[in-house]
């Protein structure tokens, strides 16, 4: 296995590297294969992960390494790398408003730094931001209804002081709603095999709207096309062993949104969901604001609370 690869590498290796990603990426990003990892071939990577239901943190190791050569390791178990990895939430229990929302700013910048300046500028200009920790989970836990193990923060800053709003939630989709012979799945079919995909929003920065839906009330949903992540092997994890063939199918246009969730279940096929109270609090927290940056990070991502606090 070529050695891991990040951005300020160079030598074969990143050739190869460069190689590989003008060959698989369509349409080709036409990296210069001159052997040096640079921004370029940074971003060409991340679109590469994304594509694969890979971490998209712009660095090569086993398993982007992997999906690029097209080969399976039958002894790699989910876990084994940072894809598979699951790290509980921060805890910011006693930690004050002011501390909580630099955390979470942190956690913004040191996962997007480019992201970090568009959401600052929101805050400056008295706009709330939503952000996302999503403690990874297979969509089978609790036998198929999901958990609600994720955070939504909602931040804003007036008058000069800074106000964060946590809450209970879910970021993911739950087995329920895969693909069972006879019975109405969501998702669609990315790999071929005549079975609908659950999917999921990836990490990222995205725009949501408040809108009105006859079934769950009040929801905000995205104002772009969200290009999801898929299960396509059904195992409940979304990693590079999910192969993707009908990169159409990636799509899941405007339909991840986030509404209210069940009591018991999360009721998400791929939705940010919290429990009806809980929602409404939410929903109480944006206020009149009409449309909101929403960051989604993996709590991977999260610098030590330690630091911050």
């Known amino acids: 296995m070529p050695a891991t690869l990040r951005l300020g590498s160079h030598g074969p290796d990143v050739t190869r590297l460069q190689e590989l990603l003008n060959e698989k990426l369509r349409p080709s990003p036409h990296l210069r294969t001159e052997g040096d990892f640079g921004p370029k071939t940074q971003m060409a990577v991340q679109r590469f992960q994304r594509a694969n239901g890979l ?84 969509t089978r836990a ?11 923060v909602v931040l804003w800053k007036k008058n000069g002081e800074k106000h964060v709003r946590e809450f209970v939630a879910n970021t993911e989709p739950s087995s329920r709603y895969e693909h069972r012979w006879g019975v109405k799945a969501y998702g669609s079919d990315a790999d071929g095999d005549g079975r609908k995909d659950l999917g999921r929003i990836p990490e990222g920065a995205y725009t949501f709207k408040k809108d009105f839906s006859d079934h769950y009330g009040n929801i905000l ?15 409940g994890v979304f990693d590079g062993r999910d192969r993707v063939t009908n990169r159409a199918a990636l799509s899941a246009g405007t339909s991840f949104l986030f509404h209210k969730g069940g009591t018991n279940m ?26 909101f940056r929403y960051v989604l990070i993996h709590t991977q991502n999260c610098p030590p609370v330690h630091c911050y606090s």
């Open 55 to 138: 971490e998209p943190d712009g660095v090569v190791g086993r398993r982007t390494w992997k999906a690029l050569d097209g080969c399976e390791d039958e002894d790699e178990q989910p876990g084994d790398d940072q894809c598979g990895a699951s790290v509980p939430l921060p805890n910011t229990d006693g930690m004050s408003e002011e501390e909580k929302y630099d955390y979470y700013i942190r956690c913004i910048r040191r996962t997007f730094p480019r992201e970090s300046t568009h959401s600052l500028y929101d805050l400056l200009s008295g706009r709330r931001v939503i952000v996302g920790l999503r403690k990874l989970t297979n």
């Open 221 to 235: 949903r995205p104002t772009h096309e969200i290009i999801a992540e898929r299960d396509t092997n059904h195992d």
């Open 142 to 152: 609790n036998n198929g209804l999901g958990l609600y193990d994720d955070r939504i």
């Open 266 to 291: 999360t009721g998400s096929a791929g939705c940010q969901t919290m429990r009806s109270p809980v929602f409404q609090a939410f929903w109480h927290a944006l206020g009149n604001q009409h449309t």
